[in-house]
């Protein structure tokens, strides 16, 4: 592993995670000559963290197989990487900056890139040995090491995160408890239709889904977790915690060296936030986004950190351009491939196309008539179409979207041909109307 140091660096990016690796290849790929440093808290190369919680957990995917990249491939572009060093301030009039150790370091440009840490849950217990996130492989390796001796989980969250684990628990034979606090899974990234299906999928294998569950507090044995007792006093025995409540972006050193943010650090179009020569993307960023309306959001996924990396990549090679790439994200529970495409926070009507009973189907949202996303689910098709009708915000109705007989292509040309082109730029200006 290349583990040089360097005190200055012409680009030099804080967090080694999936925006980090990827902004240091595009520049390369864009034939950026300058100094790069790759600077990360944690001690591997960058890897890939969806296989965290599904096939890596599972102990079906090696870690060296999540390797963003191998090795070799930076030290052949001299890009270097500077593993177990946390950047603790910044200083942005002098470029320059500290890491924990006291070490200090110069840049001309800094990409902020530090995605986020999980969030804790604040009861009593919290911190107890058997409580466990799912952020890093170190994480995992801690709980993938005690699945041994592991019969009970109960997972608090239904998340994705917190279901694909849980779905890997179930499929490893474990008794596994979700505990959720809203009266549905998946209740801020998806609507009812799909949460009902994937709540009566984990129920088929075996997990014991509660809603509207509020944890009161994890309870102790010998210094370990030992049951999590919940609100209205039930006590739930486990043998081991996995808490997927989301993150808290990691921008306090930004935000103490002056960047304006708060649940994230805030960015223009170009990712810049407002400090000079320090972008921020992936996680941690917080931007309008076009798919929303213009509202100000963080995205959690690998297109967003990746597309946001190509965006200061060619920012800082003089091919400016603004951030406007259409959301999506992937997520595997049990032989279930949900693919997502766009944004359905907002949408008023959810249109199921297909038979949910026979698991391949998908949800169309819309708001004010015009398509904003799809959540697919083993539907690939309808996947790879609906992303024009979502990039296009097509205004369709809901008996032709639900229409399976008809493609998604074949509906959006029908629409076209049948409306033109004007009748639906008019359609599509209104449904933006608030
Ligand atoms: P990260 O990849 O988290 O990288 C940030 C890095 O910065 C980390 O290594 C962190 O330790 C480091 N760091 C933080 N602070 C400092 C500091 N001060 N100094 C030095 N280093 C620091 N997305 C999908 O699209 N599909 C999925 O199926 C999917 N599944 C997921 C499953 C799991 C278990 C997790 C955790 C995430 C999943 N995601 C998925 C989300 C996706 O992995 C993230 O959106 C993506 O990793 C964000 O990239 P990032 O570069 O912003 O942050």
Known sequence: MPETDVSEADVLIVGAGHGGAHAAIVL??????????????????????????????????????SLIRPPVFYAEREITIMTKRRVVAVEPADHRGTFSDGGTFGYGTLFWATGGHPRRLSCAGHDLSGVHSVRSRADVDRTAGELANTVRVAIVGGGYIGLA???????????????????????????EPLSRFYEAEHRAHGVDIRLSTVVDCIEESDGRAAAVRLAGGERVAVDMVIVGIGIVPAVQQLVEAGAAGDNGVDVDAQCRTSLPDIYAIGDCAMHANSFADGRAIRLESVQNASDMATIVAKAITGAPEPYHAVPWLWSQQYDLKLQTVGLSIDHDQAIVRGAVASRSFSVVYLKRGAVIALDCVNATRDYVQGKALVEQRLVLSAPLLADTTRTLKDIASYAMGTHGKKAQAAARHSSRAS
């Open 28 to 65: 390369r790929q864009r034939g950026f000559a300058g100094t790069i440093a790759l600077v990360g808290e944690e001690p591997d190369l960058p890897y890939e963290r969806p296989p965290l919680s599904k096939d890596y957990l599972a102990g079906d995917k090696s870690f060296e197989r």
């Open 165 to 191: 684990a849980a779905a890997v628990l179930a499929k490893l034979g474990k008794h596994v408890t979700a505990l959720e606090a809203l009266p549905r899974v998946l209740a801020r990234v998806a609507g």
